[in-house]
C-alpha cells in the first residue's frame, strides 16, 4: 500500500477538525454574544458574481429529494420570492462579510453542472479526504466531466442515505475544505453534506426528528419535533446543513478569512455561532425559536423559488453582533 506524503497527511489532519457542521446538542450556547470575537485573518471571500456551483450526486438519489435541493440553491439568488426569503437570509448575513480587497460575499449564484456518481466510484464508505477523490473524478471523467472552475467554482458533494462517510453522525453533519493542487490538479471550495435519513435523523436532521444527542438511540431530550416543510426529514435536514456550510464556505473558503478562535484548523465560523437558532427565542434547550407553520403544519422560516419554504439556521450578522435571520421581529 502507498503512502500518502506527510504534507497530505497534514492537511488530512486539518480537515478532520475544520470547517464542520457539529451533530445537534440542546447544550450549544448561542447567546453568548458578548464574548465573541469574529476576526477576519486576510484571507479571500467567495466574491464571484455569479460562483458557479457545481453539484456531484454521489450514491443513489431520487429525483424528487434532488428537485429540493436544487431549488434550495436556486433560491439563494431568487428575490422574488415571498419575503422572508431565502435570498433575504443570505443579504443579511454572508453577503456583509467582505475580505481586504473590498469584495464582498457574493449573492449571486448558478448551478452550472451536475454530476451523478450512481455507482459509488469510492465506494459506499467514505473517508474526508476521500471528497477530493470524488471531486478529481467528476472533474476528469470521460465522457461529459464537470468543469474544472478554479475562479469561480464551488463544488457540493451530496451523498445518499446509504452512504456512510467518517465523522458522519458521530461529529459532523457536513464541512467544508479546499481542495489540494496535488489531487485535484488546482485549489477550489467545496463542502461535503450527507443525508441522514436513515442513519441518525435525530442529530443531523432536527428539527424534523426527535433529537439524539445521548449516548444510545431513542429521542435523548425534550427538543421540539417539527413537520418537514417538503416532507422528507433526511432532505429537509439537508437543506439546514447544506445553508450552514455555504455561509462559511463563502465567508471562509480557504480557512484564513473570517472565523472566531485562535487557530483556523477548528474555526468557529458564522454559522456554528447560532447551532439550532431558527427564529426569535430560540437557542439552548432544545428551543426551535419563533417559526412559520403552513396550512398542512409544516414549519419553516423562509421562502424559496416554485412554492418551495424551507427551514435554515439563523447566522452570525457582524453589523449587529448577534445570530440573526430575516424572520426575526427585529
Not at 164 to 169: A, G, I, L, N, R
Request: aromatic fraction near 10%.
Amino acid at each position: 500500500m502507498g503512502r500518502l506524503p506527510l504534507l497530505l497527511l497534514l492537511a488530512a489532519a486539518a480537515i478532520s477538525t475544520a470547517g464542520g457542521a457539529p451533530v445537534y446538542r440542546a447544550d450549544y450556547l448561542v447567546d453568548g454574544n458578548q464574548l465573541v470575537d469574529m476576526q477576519y485573518h486576510m484571507g479571500p471571500v467567495v466574491s464571484g458574481s455569479p460562483t458557479n456551483l457545481y453539484l456531484i450526486w454521489y450514491g443513489r438519489w431520487e429525483a424528487a429529494a434532488q428537485a429540493v435541493l436544487r431549488d434550495f440553491l436556486a433560491s439563494l439568488s431568487a428575490p422574488a420570492a415571498p419575503f422572508p426569503a431565502v435570498s433575504d437570509w443570505w443579504a443579511r448575513a454572508p453577503r456583509l462579510y467582505a475580505d481586504q480587497t473590498g469584495a464582498n460575499v457574493t449573492g449571486a449564484f448558478a448551478v452550472a453542472g451536475e454530476r451523478s456518481d450512481a455507482g459509488y466510484s469510492h465506494g459506499a464508505s467514505l473517508r474526508r479526504i476521500d471528497m477530493q477523490s470524488v471531486i478529481r473524478s467528476a472533474v476528469y471523467a470521460y465522457p461529459d466531466p464537470l468543469p474544472l472552475d478554479p475562479y469561480s467554482g464551488v463544488y457540493l458533494v451530496l451523498t445518499s442515505p446509504d452512504v456512510q462517510v467518517e465523522e458522519f453522525c458521530r461529529a459532523v453533519c457536513g464541512f467544508h475544505y479546499f481542495t489540494f493542487t496535488s489531487v485535484v490538479g488546482v485549489t477550489v471550495p467545496y463542502a461535503w453534506v450527507g443525508n441522514s435519513g436513515t442513519q441518525c435523523p435525530g442529530k443531523c436532521a432536527y428539527p424534523f426528528a426527535a433529537p439524539d444527542y445521548g449516548g444510545g438511540g431513542g429521542g435523548g431530550g425534550g427538543g421540539q419535533v417539527l413537520r418537514p416543510p417538503n416532507g422528507d426529514a433526511g432532505v429537509d435536514g439537508m437543506v439546514i446543513v447544506l445553508g450552514h456550510e455555504l455561509a462559511e464556505l463563502a465567508t471562509n473558503p480557504l480557512v484564513n478569512a473570517w472565523y472566531a478562535g485562535d487557530t483556523p484548523t477548528a474555526p468557529t465560523e458564522i454559522a456554528d455561532l447560532c447551532l439550532g437558532v431558527y427564529g426569535d427565542g430560540g437557542g439552548a434547550g432544545g428551543l426551535v425559536g419563533n417559526v412559520s407553520r403552513a396550512a398542512d403544519g409544516a414549519s419553516y422560516n423562509v421562502n424559496g423559488v416554485n412554492g418551495r419554504r424551507f427551514m435554515v439556521q439563523w447566522l452570525w450578522n457582524p453589523v449587529r453582533g448577534a445570530c440573526y435571520g430575516p424572520n426575526s421581529s427585529s
